[in-house]
């Protein structure tokens, strides 16, 4: 029998259906709640709301479970590679060998960018942070290619914007560092691989060599993968909603590359790294900083702990830990930030306040470390994220147009004045 729920207001019962997913877990579908009762629900940050049926990403928070399209998280980043976790999230499917090589090839032939997008890069001062670079040069994309402002065009159509999405992501943040440095761009080497194409653009010198670093390369790989997609979050919420205006796919990926921007979403990564030197800065006391994290009435937060979601651990965060250990290894990295982060972790996790709230390492807590280890600067550690997270917010956007989705428009409980009649100026 299918399973109800009952929600008495004033005395009266009204019933509501639920909804089971695939993997059993179960909403209240409320859709016809103003209708029905006259009332909305109240619930801040959405912290138990469903938005929408997604078939991309399951996550179990209180098991640490992460999977795409049904393959598991730890699976994919020991197995796969970036490009085809990208196929897989957006088609559904694991791609067979001609498709991967169809789908790599036509993103091969889509790196290059107008050359009109570099006078657009060359205002921007190079104080600027790369982020709000990447998400301005993302949007423009909207004028060069008018077309993708249908909403309605044909399939064709829809897969070159996500083709030209993938493509010339990594070109726009390459380019949003050498604006940051001041130096001159380089255009992309399609010889090579996705991260290796990415790492030549970002760091190579005119007129010298450069040689890619195998390990620096699949250790990019991996890290993307982990970012490739995490369902309902700020950031691909925020996608969601802009592309449920019908706004086209560049606007709606440049919204959520500014949503990931905050601090407590995708700019975490930077703080952690930031917070660490400051942690070494003032002698390396992590009980003192631990103490301050609990303080109610101090600001400071352990940045990389907790998660809204995951109440057991942060599946990604195990890898990272692990790959942050080979990678340094493997370059013979000496960090003293690693110690410190360490130290941090083992301390928290004993510690009643974070077990009680159940704050674990997240998977900020680690990356900035294998970033820096990598040579990516402290202010690239968030467009990183974002370029691993770009094929989940294709896969949503394309979720949400293929469903029909209505226009996302929330409620509110109005808490403000009631009516006043107007004061003209002069009698205030
Ligand atoms: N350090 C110290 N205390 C914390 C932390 C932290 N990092 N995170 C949560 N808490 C405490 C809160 O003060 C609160 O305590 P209280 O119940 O006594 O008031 C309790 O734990 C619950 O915290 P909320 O902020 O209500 O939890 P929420 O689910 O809203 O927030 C978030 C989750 C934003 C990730 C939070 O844990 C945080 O700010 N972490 C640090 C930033 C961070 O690492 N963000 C990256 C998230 S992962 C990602 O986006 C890829």
Redesign the pocket.
């Given at each position: 029998m299918a399973k109800t729920a009952e929600l008495i207001i004033d005395g009266k019962s009204y019933t509501f259906p639920i909804v089971v997913g695939s993997e059993g877990e179960q909403g209240i579908d409320i859709s016809n709640l103003l209708e029905s009762t006259g009332t909305v629900t109240l619930d801040f940050?959405y912290?138990n709301t469903g938005a929408t049926k997604s078939a991309i990403t399951f996550l179990d928070g209180d098991k640490g479970i992460l999977r795409y399209r049904g393959y598991s998280i730890e699976d994919l980043a020991d197995k796969s590679s970036f490009l085809e976790v990208s196929y897989l999230l957006i088609f559904g499917d694991l791609p067979s060998p001609e498709q991967l090589t169809k789908f790599t090839t036509d993103i091969k032939n889509h790196t290059m960018v107008h050359e009109d997008i570099k006078k657009i890069l060359d205002g921007f001062p190079s104080t600027s942070h790369p982020m709000g670079v990447l998400a301005s040069l993302f949007c423009a994309q909207t004028a060069f290619y008018p077309e993708a402002l249908d909403p309605n065009r044909a399939a064709e159509g829809v897969y070159l914007s996500m083709i030209r999405s993938l493509a010339k992501m990594p070109t726009f943040a390459a380019w949003a560092f050498k604006n940051a440095v001041g130096h001159p761009v380089n255009y992309p080497d399609n010889s090579l691989d996705y991260c290796s194409r990415f790492l030549k653009m970002m760091f190579a010198l005119p007129a010298e060599d450069f040689e890619i670093d195998p390990v620096v390369s699949s250790a990019l790989d991996k890290l993307l993968i982990l970012h490739a997609d995490?369902e309902q979050?700020?950031s691909t919420s925020t996608v969601r909603i802009v592309g449920s205006s019908k706004a086209s796919i560049y606007s709606s990926i440049s919204a959520g590359i500014n949503a990931l921007w905050g601090?407590?979403?995708?700019g975490?990564n930077q703080?952690?790294i930031l917070m660490l030197e400051q942690i070494k800065k003032d002698g390396g006391d992590t009980d003192k900083w631990i103490n301050k994290?609990?303080d109610?009435n101090d600001p400071f937060?352990?940045?990389?702990?907790?998660?809204?979601v995951y109440k057991n651990f942060?599946p990604r965060a195990k890898i990272i830990k692990k790959a942050a250990d080979d990678v340094l290894e493997k370059l013979g990295v000496n960090d003293p930030t690693l110690e410190i982060a360490r130290k941090l972790e083992e301390v928290a996790l004993r510690d009643p306040?974070?077990i009680e709230?159940k704050?674990y390492p997240?998977?900020?807590?680690y990356s900035g470390i294998i970033y820096r280890a990598l040579g990516i600067p402290v202010d690239m550690f968030t467009v990183m994220?974002a370029i691993g997270r770009l094929p989940g917010w294709i896969a949503q956007w394309k979720e949400l147009r293929e469903n029909k989705e209505p226009i996302g428009r929330p409620r509110q409980i109005y808490t403000g004045a009631n009516f006043r009649p107007y004061v003209a100026l002069d009698k205030r």
């Open positions: 940050g912290k995490h979050n700020c601090p407590l979403h995708g975490a703080e952690v994290a609990k109610k937060r352990l940045m990389g702990f907790g998660h809204r942060d306040y974070f709230r704050l997240n998977v900020d807590f994220f």
